[in-house]
């Protein structure tokens, strides 16, 4: 299984991005699919993760980014709107419970990230 994350870039204070992230391999489920960030000299942190159609956000997001998941294609975006310089990192996207056609199962598997950069 793999993830495949997109929709990242530079971006002016008060702009919009939209991150997707794409599973791909032979899939039966996914518990969950989130995003998760970490910038410059910082740990990484909760962004948004949504499990069962119902999201969780980390706070310093929340009202600010919206997740959203495409069940039957198994993508997951991240909307970012009034974006600020301190939303600036690398962007992970994760999924949680990965069951394969096969039998087997993941706990956890991690994209390669994208760079988010919000600057004038």
């Known amino acids: 299984v793999q993830l495949q994350a997109s929709g990242g870039g530079l971006v002016q204070p008060g702009g919009s991005l939209r991150l997707s992230c794409a599973a791909s391999g032979s899939i039966a489920s996914i518990n969950a699919m989130g995003w998760y960030r970490q910038g410059t000299g910082k740990q990484r942190e909760l962004v948004a993760l949504?499990?069962?159609?119902?999201?969780t956000y980390g706070d310093s997001v929340k009202g600010q980014f919206t997740i959203s998941r495409d069940n039957t294609k198994n993508i997951v975006y991240l909307q970012m709107n009034s974006l600020k310089p301190e939303d600036t990192a690398v962007y992970y996207c994760n999924a949680e419970g990965v069951g394969m056609l096969l039998g087997s199962r993941y706990a956890e598997v991690w994209g390669q990230g994208t760079q988010v950069t919000v600057s004038s």
């Open positions: 949504i499990r069962n159609n119902v999201p």
